[in-house]
Structure formats: structure tokens, C-alpha cells
């Protein structure tokens, strides 16, 4: 145990980062671009202002990516992240409209009830998703594509298309804000909170390891005793919960709830999950990856957003190159390893 | 290491394009105001950015317009956020959604940077908003068009690009109102009193065209958004109803030139986009400046010269209206 | 004889189509019911017309699913390569024929495919990514490189091909009129060569074979990388061609409109009973699906349904007719494995 | 001697370093059946893969029909009349058997259309060459493993076809089927075709072959005829160690039974199998391949819960609803096919070793105990001598005994009872086979209530104490295996 503690965790850091590919070059990356952006932009750029920013912007689709992640890892995929958000949002809207005071204030419970409930509402929509997975065996990329437009389409249907606002500013003021003097974004606070517990659940706990065994091979799973179906159940529960989050983050910094809100979260957050690492055939993904992939995609968006003469859309060409470039170097790197794997695996017979 | 190499070779070929850009930057002196329209392809905004940027080049001051690559209000709230982080001076938006823009706004404001709007007259947190004419108005005039078409009588519906587009429904609401206090011989298609065009000319074709099918007493539809009218009309030619069935709405005009002449649309309303832009920064310009904005406000640009506080709004303030174009003066405009 | 007859009642029970062509018929007669126009001959004609583009696309992303891929990017393709040639033949005041658009977006549209076969077939990348990360190059050379802008003229040549009639479908009782565009013979012209193509070639088997077992197509001799890129070269051909007649027949050009499509012409493909992981599936089933998706998202007014509760339709459809094939498929494997434990057993 | 149809000469052949074959010289006469032998990973199939022209030897010549090749292609070697039926016999699950029997040759003819009367004839020509009755618009994927095979032969008997080569061609078939293929090979041997029967199973080469080759660690050990070979000299030859034959006898058998299934039936499966299991004793069961052996294996293990009778664990009614009950009481189950069903191949070898008994390893809260679990991944790679430099590499880095050894010591780790394992020793070689039955052995001995369920009889008889022999979805014998042989346990099987 000492020895552990002697020695630098930079540089076990570090090693091991240069262990993992993959995150290396998602560092390697990341690095670039912020050289790139001290060279051309650095005042524009480096400001402590712009961080926070950014550090409050991430949070709602990052989250969202975390929700996917942990159902790609099983060899599924979440299209009804956003439609779940908008739909959490919307219910939590409406309750804290009722709670919302004569003076404009809220009680003192309101927030965390708000949020107790928003988790519950997300973990339910989840299930309804982990049962059309499990119970009627419904391809997750179908299922999650149709409740998705199914949960917009409720969000629709009560609200009629409008906005749910002028709730109390309350809510908003306390989430979309800064702390430990004006420094660190509630929303970041979320997304830390979120990624920790995922991180641990994913790592520390029987869940995560069963869950990359689910994802690995079903058949085995089911061969090694494994509850398969409680297993996906509380996958989609828990991208579920993911994304009810998420709904109450877009609630706080648009002070709204409306059907349509993160339209574009959908294949932003997938993009995101692949771009970080994950096998979309499952059982293989780092949740550093997609932290990273999260980190690297908002960096390039407002990184780009600082060049005027440079349209937005390049922001497009950015992504998509950047998950091809990196999936390609992985190609080539990986071809090794599989021509070893392939060797072991004709050897065998 | 060769890998490294590699990895930072295709990086830079990745960003190449952009260096190039970059020595073509803006000019740091001066104030920086940015126009954010709704997004950058729609034709409504791609005329505002030839307004801003004829801005700049008559002005020389450092304007100009940055749109999201797709129409989605949480992009458009980033946006925005990302510019009060880059230290802009002025931020002048046309929202997609004001329920969401208006949080944004306030952190603009509280950041000390002037925030002029573009139909947004219910926002809260703005410096001023500027209004071609009130949406009631426009509703009513777009209604009024309808009716003329319709001869005053008979069945008709709204068509806005989504339920969740505040302004596109304020007008169907109005035109609706408007036509029940002056039209009694029109009625509301009860079954189908609102359908969405999605801002995508094809869905409003195929909604139009199920529209006409499934109620044949249908006589009208009031279209709301840039492509509702032209896809509705597409619809009426296609099903033989021209002349038998109308529509009017906003769309510029060399766009839909040939559906004014070939006479399927009698006529369509807007206002100069362009000269929205123009009027945007100009006060924006006038408000950094430290000038005093009492009415009659003068922008120096045509139908924002005599500019005059919407009743009981110490904010919104008015220009001259809109435009009717029809088969006559579509090519007179210029755009 | 009577054997026969019973295994190939057998084998047709098996078979997705007959039940998914009675959901089709059941929604029919539901719209038909509730509005009394589904079976007008115009509202026909207006089922088929919208059935061109995404029945196209279908066709493509059929091909891609049956050899074991699953393709994102062809809206995106698509956008781009018209797009180009669009704006090119107005840059050169082109006033001959569609054909030259036509020729031209699908020679793009085959470069872009290549693109994707490329990173497919000789990387090996899984299908997903790369689709997903071409959608948002594509895309971003669109809005991006080329600034692209809506397009309120169109050459003459894609103007009059986009409005030209077969014929004219008339509702005798409401005095309607729909045109079948010619833009259905290109339709069903590429329809009848992939049928033909996937039944009639050894390439058409080989996407089949690739779908079924990479390996074993491998030694037995096909050339599955060139394959693939081939497969993707004719997906990005038939999207752009789909990609100009949507132009074509709607007079303008809106660069993104296609966009966001891809995921509905997938649940129409897997719908029709095409495995998503690929090797099985026939072209009839995906038409079948694909024009289940195009009826209701073109009926929702017919039906009545306010326009407000039309996503919760959509969807509930989606789950519902998925569900439906999937449980078929369940009923299908029980059924089977079943059938090893009857008297002349089989091994598994 | 005649001419030899293919002469195999001083071959050399490494992989980045690894050196796969070594000096290889053989040579096969034409109409002979040559049975090459070998560990895993002692080269045969590198040596397969030489001769159909997928790799080329680093050194060394290929003749065929006295031309001499230095760089065979898979065309030529096709062409020459070589022929590849691999384990998996690449075959197109979703494609019928017509197509799958025709595709090859219409390939070879480098046709680009196709004629689906053409097709038929070809495949139909094709069966009737080995009397094969299939429906031909049957899909692949829905027929039984034997009959797939009969689907690789008959396509490979298309071409002018000189030699076929057999890899582990019998892994997955039931003594009939076996015997049914050698009449197969043997009709083929008449017609003049050679056979390279690859396997590593001594009785059948006794019965099929006329002339061995045993390859080890990429060099020929041991060539000439079959008749000379004996089963000492065959495992010395594959493994180079020498093995003392362990028939298993209980020592202690307690007085209660340990485990108890009385009626027990599923439908389609089995019906009335009443049988009892103490502890420290290691029963077989044996039978066809459909005499419902493979469902009192999945119902042992809940994952086809019975339906009529009660299992009973020491005296108490026990249901075995699914895997976790069935673990939960303490049985433990090794499936037959190793690779999807028992194995995570792309995880590390330490997860697959503690995935089943994972609950158990843990702190509060699901919190994996560390400690605990490194202890566990350690005691059972030690225990099982498990041959991995780290436990964390991954489980497909391993050799096959070694992976079913990981798929024993999951169990294990689990502290179970009982153990039924179906199809142990599977596509397992001599070496690892031989320490998995001592592995087996000891647990016994130590009181762990074994269930080996089995068709390969001398495992049966060698490990066994008793043998239920199935037949039909019925306990038709149970036998001492002290008192009987495998003819008598064969003449209640058939």
C-alpha cells in the first residue's frame, strides 16, 4: 500500500493513458485543438468566463451521452433520450408552476422534490423502454426510436406545442448558477455527480461488471447465471434517469420546458458515446472515454464559434472528421492486436 | 511516436481551412455586434446576413451575423451564452424560442452587453426589441389577405411551422381573431383548426394535399412560416384547385416569383429581412454609443426612420409595416 | 403432393410478408373508414408519389442491412450531391434535359459512397460510426464548404421532369386531382433492377451471403471488401437519384429537408422484416414497411387525428409494428425449436 | 509407391517471430484416408491452410499431382481438386441449401448471373452423389450440425474434387452421425478420393484411417500406419508426456443422496427420469444426440425449468426455475459449446473466473471487494493451473483447455455441490483432457456431486461411477461402469 502512495500519481496518470489508445489520442486531440486555439484566438478563448460557460453548457447533453453510454455498453442504444428529458421536464414544469408562490418564490422543498420526482419520472420512462427491450423483444434501436417520438408526442399532446414557463425564477436561479464563490457551475456539479456515480456503478460495483459481461455475450451472460433481462431493465432505468436529469439541466437554463427542446441531443450524444470509445456491439467502453469525447466536442464547438469568417456549419466537417480520423488510427493500431487475436484463434484449432 | 506524428499531421490537415480563415478575422478595435438569427440556411436569414453585411461595409464597424448550423433553440441559447463568454458588445437576436432565450438574455445583460431582439416582444430581458409591425397586425394582414382571395366567405385553417413556434402561432391566433370580428361568412376548419409544415416545403405539400382530401369545403389556409404558402400551393396546383382554393402567407419574393405570376398564390406579405438586420445593429450602434432612444426613434434606414414605443412597452418599439407583393411588384424589390 | 403442399403452406406461415400486408390492409381500411378517401384513386396516386424518395432511400438502406451494415448517412449524401449539381448546372445556365442532373448527383453521390465503402469494406470500421461520422462530413461540405442556401429556381430540365404527369388520377366524387409523377418510373425502375440484381447476380448473392456469414464468404471465394464498397458506391447512386427527384418534383431546393429521414426509412426496412443483423430479408417486405411508415405519417389527417397527438401516433406505431414482427419472429424460433423435439429430431 | 497426390516437403512456415511449422514433410497416395493429429496450437491448421493455397510457407514446396508449387493460391489449389471442409463448414445459415451447395462453382466459374434451374441441377447432382436427402429450399441455419456437414461434402464433391481435407470434422456429431460419415468417407475412398482427416481423437482413426501424421509444436513427431499406433504411443506422441489411465471409484459415498430427481419431465424433452447423486460421486450420462441428454442437462441448470416430478436437494423439494436458482442452490453447469455459451472471450480471464459467483464478492452496497476477488482469481488460476502470465489479459488470449478450464474455475469458485458439465472435453486436446478428468476426479474426491453428461464413452466409463444411459427422452439403463463396456452401453443407446 505505501508503495502505492509513493509513487506520482501524475505519472501513473499519464501511463496510464498512454496505455489506452484510444484516450491517448482523444487527449492528443483535445490537446491540439486548445494549442491550436492558444495560437490563433488565446484572449478569446482563455478567459475564466468562457470556461464556465462551457463548463455549464456541456452538462445537459453530456449527461445524455453518460444515459447512452451505459445502454451501449450493453449492446443496446437509447434513441429516446431527448424525448424522455422533454417529457421529465414538461410533468416537473407543470409541478413547479402549482408550487410557484403568490411572491414568486418557491418552498423550500420544491427543488429537491423536484428532483427526487424528475429521477423517479426519467427511472419510469426507462422502464417502459426496458420492458419493450426485454419483455417484447423489441430491437432497443427500435424501440427507444419509437417511444422517443412516443414521448414527444405525449409532450405534444399536453402542452399543445407551447412553452411551460413562468414558473418560478427560483428553480433556475439555483441550478443555473455558480458556486463555491462564483466559481464552479451547478450544472458541471450535476454532470460530476451524474459521471461519478456511473463511474462507480461501472467499475466498483457487481453491476458494472455484469453489465460489460451482458454486453459481451448475452447467451453467456445467461449461461453464467445472470439475470439478463433484470440486467437491461435497469440499464434502460438507469439511461432513463440519465436523461430525466438532463431534462431538469434544460429546465434551469432555458427557465422552460418545451417538446422540442435538444432536438439535435439525439445523434449528438451518440456521436458522442462512439467518439469516446465505446463498442456499439457492447462490452467495451470507458466512461473517461466519453467524458473526453464530451469535453472534446464542446471544445471544437465553441472553439469554432470564436472564428466569425468560419461558418458554423464546419462544426459538422469537425465531428464527423474527428470520429473518422480517430476510428481509423484506432484501425491501424488495432489491425496488430488483431492479427495477433487472429493468430491465437487459428492456432486453436 | 510515428503514430503521434500521424495523429497531429491529420489534425492540422482537419483545421487547415480554418487558418486560412483566421488571418481574415475580425477587426479588434471598435465595438463587435453579432446578429443571431434563427439559423443561417433558412432564405429569410440568409437576405438579413446580406443586411448586416452591407451594414458593416457602409459603417466599417466590426458587425456581423453568426447563425446555429440548425434551427433548434437550445443550440441558439448556446450560442449566445458563448458570446457573452467571447465579450461581444452587442448581441442582437431574432429567437426561435423565447421562453429559452430569455435566461440567456439576462446573463447578456448582467454582463453588461446591449441585447436588441427581432420578434421578440415578449422577452423580458432585452435592451429594446424591434417589431417591422405587431404581430397582432401582421396576423390580421395576413387574414386579410386570405379573405380577400376567399371572397370573404367560406372554410379555412392555419398552418404554422410548429405548435412550438411562438410567433407563427401568434399570428394564425390573430389572423383567427381577426377574421371572426370582421369575417362573419368564414368560418374555422374545427377538425383541423392548426397544422404544422415542420419549416419543410414537402411536409406542408403532403399536408396541404391530405388537408384538401379529407375536408372538401376547405377554401383556404392561412400559412404562417417562409415555407408553408409555396408548399400549399403546390399542393392546390397539383390537385386542380386553382382558383378554387387560396392561400397566402409570408415567403420572399423572388423565391415564390413564379407562383405569384402563374397566379396559384394571389399574394404574400413580408417584411425586408434584410433591413431588419440593418436595423438591429444600427441600434445596437446607438444604444452602445450612450445615445438617447426617445420616440420617434430614426435608424437612417427606410421604414425604421420614424420608429415609435408599442403601447404600454417601454422596449418594443415599431417600424412601418410589411409589404404586400403580388404578381405586380414581385421583381420590384431587389431580393 | 399433399407434403408438398403442407411445407409450403409451412414455409409461407413462416414468412414476415402475408402478416405485415394484413397490418398494411387493417390501416387501409382504418383510414378508409374513418374519411371514406383511401381508396379514391387520387389519394392512390398521392400514397405512391410520396412513396418515390423514401421507397428509394428503402432500397439503399435494404442493401446496407441485408449485408450486415446499417447506413445513417444517405439523407445526408443524398442533400449533398444534388445540392452540388444543382447549383453547378444553374451556374452554367444549364437549360437541357434532367438527365445531365440526374448523371452528375449520382456520379457525386457514387464518390461519397465510396467514401463510406471505403472506410467500410477496406478498414473494416463498424458501419454505424462511419455512416454516422460521413453524415456530419457530408453535411458539413454542404453548409459549410458550399454555403448552401435554399435554391427558389431549379434548371428547366428538373423543373419540367418534376412536373411532368403519367397520368392524371381524378376523384370523381370531390373533383380532385393527382398527378403520377414520372419521377414512379424511376422508382420502380431501380426496384425492378435491385430485384433483379439481388435475386438474379452473383453480387445480389453476395450481399446476402456477407450478411449471413463474412467468413464463409470470404473462402468461398467472393471478394467481400470490394463488395462492400460496391454496395455503398449503389446506395450513395440510388439516394442521390432519390435526391433529385425530391427536388425535382418540389421546385425547390432545400438543402436540409432530407435530413433526420434516415431513421424512420430504417424502422420502415426492419419493420418489413428485414433482419437487422442482417442476411435475411426481401425487397417486397421493405416496400411493404416502408409504405406502412409513408401511409401514416400522409393519413394522419384522414384519421382525424389532431395534429398535437400525431407524434404519440407515430411512435405507438413504431413499438406496435415492431412489436408485432418481433413477437412473429419469437413465435417463429419457438415454433422451430419446437420442431427438434418431434420424433425425427434435429441437433442443434 | 505410386505417384503421390500431394507431396508436402520440408515446409517452413513462422508468424512475427513464431515458428508454426518446421521441417513438415508428408504425402498423401490418392483414394487414401490420411488422419493428421495434433494438440491445439501444434500447427495443423497452419499446415490446412498451406494446402489450400491461404498461406504461403516461408520455405519449402507443395506438389500436387507431381507439379511442384512454391506459391499455391486458394484458386489453384481449388483447381488441383483441393477441398476444405472447415469446423465451422462455411456455410450461409441464411441461405437455402441450393444456393449454398451451388455458390462455389458458379463462383469458380466466374459467372456473374444467376440461373436458378442451373443452380438446382448443381445442387441436386450434388446430393445425389452421397445419397443426401435434404429438402433443398430448407434454410442452412434451420438444419441439424450433421446435416450442415452433409451440405459441406456434397459442395465440395462438385468441383473435380482429389482431396478433401476434414477439420475436426466429428466435434459436433453423435455417434450415429460419426458412423454415418465414415460410411460416407469411406464410399468417397472408393471413387478415388483421398481424405486429410484432421483429429485428435484415437478411436476414430483407428477406425477410419489407414496412415497418421502427428504434428507437435509445429514439427512432424510421429508418421506411418494407423495399425501401429497404440493409444500410449498416440498421447506420447501428441503430448510428449506420458499418462497413466485414472479410473475414478467413489471412496466415501454418503448414505443420503445428495441430490435427487424423481419423475422429473419437460415436454418435447424428457419424461420420468428419477435418478439420485451423493456426494463425491461422479455419475454419467449418456446417449444420442436426441435422446433428451442435452435438456436433463439445461433443466439441471433451470434453463428449461421442468414441467412434471421434483428435483430434490439433500431430502428438500427443490425448483430449478432459472440459472440463478440453480446456482443459488449450489449447482454449478459447463455448457457444450464453450465459446458463446460458457465464455466472455473479450473480457479478462479474471472476470470470467468470478462473473457467476460475483454476488458474493462484494462489500456493502454491491461494491466489488477487491481484495476478496483478487483472492479468488488467484486460488483458481493456481488451482487450475490456469496458463496466464496475468490474470487480467483476456480470456481469448488462451488456449482451449485453458479456456475451459476458466470455465471450470467459475464454477468453482462458486462453492457448489453439484456440477453438471455437458460435453466436457469437447474439441479439447489429449493433454488438457486428461488434466480436466484429474481436475474432475479430485472435486470428487473432495465432495463436490458430479454430472458428466457425454457421448464420448471412454471419458464415460474412465470417470464415471455409474452411467445412466437415455434413450428417447428415457432412463433406458443405469449401470456400474465398473461392471460394464461401451458395446453394452452402445447396444441400450441405439
Redesign the interface.
Known amino acids: 500500500m505505501m508503495d502505492k502512495v509513493k509513487t506520482n500519481p501524475l505519472k501513473n496518470g499519464i501511463a496510464a493513458v498512454r496505455k489506452d489508445q484510444h484516450i491517448f489520442?482523444l487527449v492528443?486531440?483535445l490537446i491540439?485543438?486548445m494549442l491550436?486555439l492558444a495560437i490563433?484566438?488565446f484572449g478569446?478563448f482563455y478567459?475564466l468566463?468562457?470556461f464556465?460557460?462551457?463548463a455549464?453548457?456541456f452538462p445537459?447533453f453530456g449527461i445524455m451521452a453518460l444515459g447512452v453510454m451505459v445502454a451501449m455498453i450493453t449492446g443496446g442504444i437509447d434513441?429516446s433520450m431527448v424525448g424522455m428529458a422533454n417529457l421529465t421536464s414538461i410533468l416537473m414544469a407543470y409541478l413547479l408552476l402549482a408550487l410557484t408562490g403568490d411572491d414568486g418564490g418557491l418552498p423550500a422543498y420544491a427543488i429537491p422534490l423536484v428532483f427526487v420526482l424528475g429521477l423517479g419520472i426519467g427511472a419510469g420512462l426507462g422502464l417502459f423502454n426496458g420492458v419493450?427491450v426485454t419483455k417484447?423483444?423489441?430491437?432497443p434501436?427500435?424501440?427507444t426510436?419509437?417511444?422517443?417520438?412516443?414521448?414527444?408526442?405525449?409532450c405534444?399532446?399536453i402542452t399543445?406545442?407551447?412553452?411551460v414557463?413562468r414558473f418560478s425564477r427560483t428553480y433556475?436561479r439555483t441550478i443555473?448558477n455558480r458556486i463555491l464563490g462564483d466559481m464552479i457551475p451547478v450544472q458541471l456539479l450535476i454532470f460530476i455527480i451524474v459521471a461519478v456515480v456511473i463511474w462507480f456503478f461501472l467499475t466498483?460495483?457487481?453491476?458494472g461488471?455484469?453489465l460489460?459481461?451482458l454486453g459481451?455475450?448475452p447467451?453467456?451472460?445467461?449461461?453464467?447465471?445472470?439475470?439478463t433481462n433484470k440486467l437491461l431493465l435497469k440499464t434502460y432505468l438507469t439511461s432513463g434517469m440519465c436523461a430525466g436529469l438532463a431534462g431538469l439541466v434544460?429546465m434551469a437554463?432555458?427557465?422552460?420546458a418545451?417538446?422540442?427542446?435538444?432536438?439535435?441531443?439525439t445523434?449528438q450524444s451518440?456521436?458522442i458515446v462512439?467518439l469516446g470509445g465505446v463498442n456499439?456491439?457492447g462490452?467495451?467502453g470507458k466512461i473517461s472515454g466519453v467524458i473526453l469525447a464530451v469535453v472534446l466536442l464542446q471544445m471544437l464547438?465553441?472553439g469554432?464559434?470564436?472564428?466569425?469568417?468560419?461558418?458554423?456549419?464546419?462544426?459538422?466537417?469537425?465531428?464527423?472528421?474527428?470520429?473518422?480520423?480517430v476510428?481509423?488510427?484506432n484501425?491501424?493500431?488495432e489491425r496488430n492486436d488483431g492479427?495477433?487475436?487472429k493468430?491465437?484463434?487459428?492456432?486453436?484449432? | 511516436m510515428k503514430k503521434t506524428l500521424l495523429l497531429v499531421l491529420a489534425m492540422t490537415f482537419l483545421v487547415s481551412p480554418f487558418l486560412f480563415s483566421a488571418g481574415q478575422a475580425a477587426r479588434d478595435d471598435g465595438y463587435e455586434i453579432v446578429v443571431v438569427p434563427k439559423d443561417s440556411s433558412n432564405p429569410w436569414f440568409v437576405r438579413m446576413k446580406e443586411g448586416v453585411d452591407e451594414y458593416r461595409e457602409e459603417t466599417g464597424l466590426n458587425v456581423y451575423q453568426r447563425g446555429t448550423a440548425q434551427i433548434d433553440a437550445t443550440l441558439q441559447a448556446q450560442l449566445v451564452q458563448d458570446l457573452i463568454a467571447q465579450g461581444v458588445d452587442a448581441i442582437c437576436v431574432v429567437p426561435v424560442d423565447i421562453e429559452s432565450i430569455d435566461p440567456v438574455l439576462e446573463q447578456a445583460r448582467n454582463a453588461g452587453i446591449v441585447v436588441i431582439t427581432h420578434e421578440g416582444a415578449a422577452l423580458e430581458n432585452v435592451d429594446y426589441n424591434i417589431e417591422a409591425f405587431s404581430n397582432v397586425g401582421y396576423g390580421a394582414f395576413i387574414m386579410d389577405n386570405l379573405a380577400e382571395a376567399m371572397d370573404y366567405e367560406g372554410v379555412y385553417t392555419t398552418m404554422v411551422a410548429s405548435l412550438t413556434v411562438g410567433a407563427h402561432n401568434e399570428w394564425a391566433n390573430a389572423g383567427v381573431a381577426h377574421q371572426k370580428e370582421n369575417y362573419p361568412n368564414m368560418t374555422l376548419l374545427a377538425a383541423q383548426p392548426r397544422v404544422e409544415s415542420h419549416d419543410n416545403g414537402d411536409i406542408a405539400y403532403n399536408v396541404a394535399l391530405e388537408l384538401f382530401k379529407a375536408y372538401p369545403q376547405l377554401k383556404g389556409i392561412m400559412g404562417t412560416s417562409s415555407y408553408d404558402a409555396p408548399g400549399i400551393a403546390r399542393a392546390i396546383e397539383e390537385l386542380g384547385l386553382v382558383d378554387r382554393v387560396f392561400t397566402s402567407g409570408t415567403g420572399l419574393p423572388l423565391d415564390n416569383a413564379a407562383l405569384l405570376e402563374s397566379g396559384i398564390v394571389k399574394s404574400l406579405t413580408l417584411w425586408d429581412p434584410a433591413e431588419a438586420g440593418k436595423a438591429m445593429a444600427s441600434l445596437a450602434l446607438k444604444v452602445l454609443n450612450g445615445e438617447e432612444i426617445a420616440a420617434p426613434v430614426d435608424l437612417g434606414i427606410g421604414g425604421y426612420n420614424a420608429m415609435t414605443f408599442r403601447e404600454g412597452s417601454n422596449t418594443t418599439l415599431e417600424g412601418e409595416g410589411w409589404i404586400i407583393i403580388n404578381a405586380d411588384n414581385v421583381y420590384d424589390f431587389g431580393f | 403432393m399433399d407434403e408438398m403442399l403442407k411445407l409450403k403452406l409451412k414455409r409461407i406461415s413462416r414468412k414476415n410478408e402475408p402478416y405485415l400486408f394484413l397490418v398494411l390492409l387493417a390501416l387501409c381500411l382504418l383510414i378508409e373508414v374513418r374519411s371514406g378517401q383511401f381508396f379514391a384513386a387520387n389519394n392512390l396516386v398521392d400514397i405512391a408519389s410520396a412513396l418515390i424518395v423514401p421507397g428509394l432511400f428503402a432500397i439503399g438502406a435494404f442493401m446496407v442491412i441485408v449485408s450486415g451494415g446499417i447506413d445513417v448517412s444517405f439523407p445526408a449524401l443524398a442533400s449533398l450531391s444534388v445540392y452540388a449539381s444543382t447549383t453547378y448546372l444553374l451556374s452554367i445556365d444549364y437549360q437541357g434535359g434532367v438527365w445531365l442532373a440526374f448523371l452528375l448527383s449520382i456520379l457525386i453521390g457514387a464518390v461519397l459512397g465510396l467514401f463510406n465503402g471505403i472506410f467500410i469494406g477496406y478498414f473494416k470500421l463498424p458501419t454505424l460510426i462511419v455512416t454516422l461520422g460521413s453524415t456530419n462530413v457530408f453535411r458539413g461540405i454542404m453548409q459549410g464548404a458550399l454555403d448552401s442556401k435554399q435554391l427558389a429556381t431549379i434548371p428547366s430540365g428538373m423543373r419540367e421532369f418534376g412536373t411532368s404527369a403519367l397520368f392524371i388520377a381524378r376523384n370523381p366524387v370531390s373533383g380532385l386531382t393527382s398527378r403520377m409523377p414520372v419521377a414512379f418510373l424511376v422508382f420502380a425502375g431501380v426496384l425492378i433492377l435491385m430485384f433483379l440484381m439481388l435475386r438474379y447476380t452473383m453480387f445480389g448473392r453476395s450481399i446476402y451471403s456477407i450478411g449471413g456469414s463474412e467468413v464463409s464468404a470470404h473462402r468461398a471465394g467472393y471478394n467481400v471488401v470490394r463488395t462492400k464498397i460496391i454496395i455503398y458506391i449503389l446506395v450513395g447512386m440510388i439516394a442521390s437519384a432519390a435526391g433529385v427527384i425530391r427536388v425535382s418534383m418540389m421546385q425547390q431546393l432545400h438543402p436540409t429537408n432530407m435530413l433526420g429521414m434516415e431513421l424512420k426509412v430504417i424502422a420502415g426496412v426492419v419493420l418489413g422484416g428485414t433482419a437487422i443483423t442482417g442476411g435475411r430479408g426481401t425487397l417486397l417486405g421493405c416496400m411493404i414497411g416502408t409504405l406502412l411508415i409513408v401511409i401514416v405519417e400522409n393519413s394522419m389527417i384522414l384519421l382525424g387525428i389532431p395534429t398535437s397527438w400525431r407524434s404519440v401516433f407515430t411512435g405507438a406505431l413504431i413499438i406496435i409494428g415492431t412489436g408485432v414482427s418481433a413477437r412473429q419472429v419469437i413465435s417463429m424460433h419457438k415454433v422451430k425449436s419446437r420442431s427438434i423435439k418431434q420424433p425425427i429430431r434435429r441437433g442443434a | 509407391m505410386a505417384d503421390s497426390l500431394l507431396k508436402v516437403v520440408d515446409v517452413y512456415k513462422s508468424f512475427v517471430g513464431v515458428k508454426a511449422l518446421q521441417d513438415v514433410t508428408f504425402s498423401i497416395q490418392p483414394g487414401e484416408i490420411h488422419c493428421l493429429a495434433g494438440e491445439n496450437g501444434s500447427g495443423k491448421s497452419t499446415l490446412i491452410k498451406i494446402i489450400s493455397g491461404v498461406y504461403t510457407p516461408d520455405a519449402g514446396s507443395i506438389e500436387i499431382n507431381g507439379r511442384q508449387y512454391n506459391k499455391l493460391t486458394p484458386i489453384e489449389a481449388i483447381n488441383n481438386g483441393i477441398q476444405v471442409i472447415y469446423q465451422d463448414f462455411s456455410i450461409f445459415p441464411n441461405l437455402t441449401v441450393m444456393e449454398n451447395l451451388a455458390v462455389n462453382s458458379e463462383l469458380s466459374e466466374h459467372r456473374k448471373l444467376v440461373n436458378w434451374k442451373r443452380m438446382r441441377t448443381i445442387a441436386e447432382d450434388a446430393v445425389s452423389k452421397i445419397d443426401f436427402d435434404v429438402d433443398l429450399d430448407e434454410l442452412v441455419g434451420s438444419l441439424s450440425v450433421a446435416q450442415k456437414q452433409m451440405v459441406a461434402i456434397s459442395r465440395a464433391l462438385i468441383f473435380n474434387t482429389k482431396l478433401i481435407i476434414m477439420d475436426e470434422p466429428t466435434t459436433a456429431l453423435t455417434k450415429r452421425e460419426v458412423s454415418n460419415l465414415f460410411k460416407i468417407i469411406l464410399k468417397l475412398k472408393e471413387r478415388g478420393i483421398s481424405i486429410l482427416f484432421v483429429s485428435h481423437k484415437l478411436n476414430e482413426m483407428y477406425e477410419i484411417s489407414e496412415n497418421f501424421t502427428i504434428l507437435r509444436n509445429g514439427k512432424v513427431v510421429a508418421t506411418g500406419s494407423t495399425k501401429e499406433l497404440d493409444a500410449e504411443k498416440f498421447s506420447f506422441h501428441m503430448t510428449g508426456r506420458k499418462f497413466t489411465k485414472r479410473h475414478y471409484r467413489v471412496e466415501r459415498l454418503s448414505s443420503e443422496p445428495m441430490f435427487e430427481a424423481k419423475q422429473a419431465g419437460v415436454q418435447n424433452g424428457f419424461e420420468d427420469v428419477t435418478f439420485s447423486l451423493h456426494k463425491g460421486e461422479i455419475l454419467g450420462v449418456t446417449g444420442l444426440l436426441d435422446s433428451g441428454r442435452t435438456e436433463l442437462a439445461l433443466s439441471l441448470f433451470g434453463m428449461r425449468p421442468i414441467d412434471s416430478g421434483q428435483f430434490y436437494m439433500y431430502g428438500k423439494p427443490v425448483t430449478l426455475s432459472s440459472p440463478k436458482a440453480a446456482i443459488h442452490n449450489k449447482i454449478g453447469f459447463v455448457p457444450e459449446d464453450r465459446l458463446s455459451e460458457g465464455l466472455f472471450l473479450p473480457q479478462s480471464i479474471a472476470d470470467n473466473v468470478v462473473i457467476s459467483e460475483i454476488d458474493r464478492l462484494t462489500k456493502k452496497a454491491g461494491l466489488v471487494d477487491k481484495e476478496k476477488r483478487a483472492e479468488e482469481i488467484e486460488k483458481w488460476v493456481r488451482e487450475l493451473a490456469i496458463a496466464t502470465p496475468d490474470p487480467n489479459n483476456l480470456c481469448q488470449t488462451l488456449s482451449g483447455g485453458n479456456q475451459q478450464r476458466v470455465v471450470l474455475a467459475k464454477w468453482l469458485a462458486c462453492n457448489l455441490e453439484m456440477l453438471v458439465l455437458n460435453g466436457p472435453t469437447v474439441g479439447v486436446d489429449i493433454g488438457s483432457k486428461h488434466d480436466i478428468h484429474g481436475i474432475l476426479q479430485d472435486l470428487a474426491k473432495s465432495g463436490l456431486g458430479v454430472i458428466i453428461i457425454s457421448d464420448d464413452l471412454p471419458e464415460v466409463l474412465e470417470n464415471c461411477s455409474r452411467v445412466l444411459v437415455m434413450k428417447a427422452g428415457r432412463i433406458v439403463a443405469d449401470l456400474e461402469t465398473d461392471k460394464t463396456d461401451e458395446s453394452v452401453i452402445l447396444s441400450y443407446m441405439m
Open positions: 489520442r492528443l486531440m491540439a485543438w491550436f490563433t484566438r478569446r478567459s468566463l468562457n464556465q460557460t462551457m455549464a453548457q445537459e434513441l419493450l417484447f423483444h423489441i430491437p434501436i427500435l424501440a426510436l419509437g417511444s422517443g417520438e412516443f414521448f414527444i408526442g405525449i405534444m399532446a399543445g406545442g407551447a412553452a414557463s433556475a443555473n466498483k460495483t457487481v453491476f461488471t455484469k460489460y459481461m459481451t455475450s447467451k453467456a451472460a445467461r449461461f453464467s447465471g445472470l439475470n434544460m437554463n432555458y427557465n422552460s418545451r417538446a422540442d427542446y435538444g432536438g439535435v441531443y445523434l451518440i456521436l462512439i456499439p456491439l462490452g467495451k464547438q465553441t469554432i464559434n470564436r472564428f466569425p469568417a468560419i461558418s458554423s456549419y464546419y462544426i459538422f466537417l469537425l465531428w464527423g472528421g474527428v470520429l473518422i480520423l476510428m481509423v488510427l484501425f491501424f493500431t492479427l495477433r487475436f493468430k491465437l484463434v487459428t492456432t486453436k484449432f
